[in-house]
């Protein structure tokens, strides 16, 4: 460069001043990349359009619990309609339509619109974003699952029945909306993240967990009848949906009743099933954003 061009140079002071506060690191980003997430995932800071479908969807489940906490208190039953559990898997179809609205909101539009390059710059790494966008998809769904099963066992107390009976299902649907959460979440994470396109991801989770419930009906259906019975095999036909899956896991768990209860034996696979589908979804996010990272 010559002494002429070196002359030609001018530094201009735009007013830029040095950060001098606390520097909070990762898992601040982290904790504000559920909160963010879990909010988009409710319409909240979205647009209005947005809003619609988790907000409609969330108030098909609750509803329907406070008419029947209104009746079996005006009628006085002897013990409650439904229980917690019961009613979870009552309206999956609803949970369904929620993960397939609400999922590609959550993972597919980063990809879309690259803003996950921005995201994964430091000091956030790809595990963190997975993670953050995982767990906010399991509270959201907690919410939309959990929150009946609040109602249900409020309306229980206030009609008298047995305390400790009504704790004990409350707690069981608890453990079966987490259980049935984190098993969506990562389910629909998964598929989700695979496309940047929104709408094949919301007709690939309802194709996943519809047809799936329903070839599991049906194939259970037929085994039992040409066996006049419940078989083994119709039970680990129960594998093959995640609805159905979680249902004979918290019978197993919790030992509670259910359209079979499992062996031990049985309750194992079960449990080895949910756990390899979980850490192969999550890992299978990661890896996705690990090759988005790249280019």
């Excluded at 695979?194 to 799936?212: D, K, Q, W």
Aim: with cysteine.
């Amino acid at each position: 460069m010559s002494d002429q061009q070196r002359a030609a140079g001018v530094i201009h002071d735009i007013g830029y001043r040095h950060y001098d506060g606390p520097r909070l690191g990762r898992f601040a980003i982290w904790q504000a990349l559920v909160v963010s997430s879990l909010r988009h995932a409710y319409g909240l800071g979205r647009s209005g359009k947005s809003k619609v479908m988790p907000i409609l969807l969330l108030a098909v489940m609750v509803v329907p619990v406070a008419i029947i906490v209104g009746i079996e208190t005006a009628l006085q039953f002897d013990k409650p309609p439904v229980t917690q559990v019961q009613y979870i898997f009552l309206l999956q179809a609803v949970i369904a339509l929620y993960l397939a609205s609400q999922a590609p909101q959550l993972f597919s539009r980063d990809l879309r619109y690259r803003s996950i390059v921005l995201y994964l710059a430091r000091p956030l790494r790809r595990t963190d974003y997975a993670l953050a966008k995982l767990t906010a998809l399991i509270l959201a769904l907690m919410i939309l699952t959990g929150l009946p099963l609040v109602i249900l066992y409020a309306g229980a107390l206030l009609a008298k029945f047995d305390f400790t009976e009504m704790t004990k299902q409350f707690l069981g649907g608890l453990v079966a909306a987490l259980l049935l959460s984190i098993l969506l979440a990562a389910i629909g994470g998964l598929i989700s993240a695979a496309t940047p396109r929104r709408g094949f991801a919301v007709a690939a989770i309802i194709a996943v967990l519809l047809v799936s419930f329903t070839a599991v009906v049906t194939t259970t259906a037929i085994l039992n009848e040409q066996a006049g019975g419940t078989t083994t095999a119709a039970r680990y036909a129960n594998l093959g949906s995640p609805f159905t899956l979680i249902q004979v896991l918290q019978t197993f768990i919790l030992r509670g009743h259910g359209e079979f209860r499992p062996t031990t034996t049985q309750g194992f696979v079960f449990v080895g099933v949910y756990v390899v589908v979980v850490v192969l979804c999550g890992w299978g996010v990661n890896w996705r954003y690990a090759k988005v990272a790249r280019g």
